[in-house]
C-alpha cells in the first residue's frame, strides 16, 4: 500500500521568508504531483515531476523529486500572501494517486 | 471548453435518502475519479474509472456506487445516505495514466443530517 507523508501539515510563515514543504512516499514510483487549494476552491495543478532529479519552477514556487530518497520538495522562496493555501502532493501507483494530508501554508505580513 | 464540471454544487440529504452526483468533462479524457474530502484527511479516493463501461473501488468505496456509461460522465451514487457521509466531493479526470496531471472539478459540498 502506498503511503504518502507531508510535513508540515500547518505552517505560518513571514512574508518574504524561505521555507521547504517536504513530502515522502512509501514505494517505488517516478511521478509525482503538487497541486494548490485555495480556501473552499477546488484543486489547481502546480507541478508535475517525472523522473528523478525532476526540477521545476514557477515564480516563487520550486519543486524537486529524488526517486531513490522517496522524497520531493517544495521550495518557497521570499512568500507572499498570495500564497497562502493548501499545498497537497500526490504520487502515482499506475494510474491511481494517492494525496498527502496537505500543508496548509498561511502567509503573514 | 469547460473542462470538469460538477452537479449539483450542493446539497442536503436526511439520513437515507439517495442522490446521484453528476461529473462531466468534455477533453476526451479516458480516466476519470471520485475523491472526498474531509477536514485533515487530504483526498481519498473512492471510485475511479480508467474507461467507458469500466469502474473499480478505491480507498473508501463503502456506500457507494459509480457508472461510467459514457465516456464523458462518471455518476457516484449514495442508496442510503449516512452522516459520516457529510463531505466535499471532487471529480477529476486526467488523458492517461502517469504523464498527465488530474483535472478537477468545482467540488459538491454534501450534507447528510
Known amino acids: 500500500e502506498l503511503k504518502v507523508e507531508q510535513n508540515p501539515l500547518f505552517l505560518s510563515m513571514q512574508e518574504g521568508k524561505n521555507y521547504t514543504i517536504y513530502c515522502n512516499y512509501s514505494?517505488?514510483?517516478?511521478?509525482l504531483y503538487w497541486y494548490r487549494q485555495d480556501p473552499g476552491k477546488s484543486l489547481e495543478s502546480l507541478f508535475v515531476?517525472?523522473?528523478?532529479?525532476a526540477v521545476k519552477q514557477e515564480g516563487r514556487l520550486m519543486a524537486s523529486l529524488d526517486t531513490k530518497a522517496r522524497l520531493s520538495t517544495l521550495h518557497i522562496t521570499a512568500a507572499v500572501h498570495d500564497l497562502s493555501a493548501t499545498y497537497f502532493c500526490?504520487?502515482?501507483?499506475?494510474?491511481?494517486?494517492?494525496f498527502g494530508r496537505g500543508t496548509s501554508l498561511i502567509v503573514h505580513p | 471548453n469547460a473542462g470538469v464540471t460538477q452537479t449539483p454544487k450542493f446539497r442536503v440529504l436526511k439520513t437515507g435518502q439517495s442522490m446521484t452526483l453528476l461529473c462531466a468533462q468534455d477533453?476526451?479524457?479516458?480516466?476519470m475519479y471520485w475523491y472526498r474530502q474531509d477536514p485533515g484527511m487530504g483526498l481519498r479516493l473512492i471510485h475511479y474509472?480508467?474507461?467507458?463501461?469500466?469502474?473499480a473501488k478505491g480507498e473508501v468505496p463503502d456506500g457507494y456506487n459509480v457508472s461510467r456509461l459514457k465516456k464523458q460522465n462518471f455518476l457516484l451514487g449514495l442508496e442510503s445516505a449516512a452522516p459520516s457521509q457529510t463531505s466535499v466531493y471532487f471529480c477529476?479526470?486526467?488523458?492517461?495514466?502517469?504523464?498527465?496531471?488530474?483535472?478537477f472539478g468545482p467540488g459538491t459540498r454534501l450534507t447528510v443530517l
Open positions: 477529476a479526470s486526467r488523458r492517461e495514466r502517469g504523464t498527465d496531471t488530474q483535472y
Open positions: 514505494t517505488t514510483s517516478d511521478r
Open positions: 515531476l517525472l523522473s528523478n532529479g
Open positions: 500526490a504520487v502515482d501507483m499506475w494510474y491511481i494517486p494517492t
Open positions: 477533453m476526451n479524457h479516458e480516466y
Open positions: 474509472s480508467v474507461g467507458e463501461g469500466t469502474t
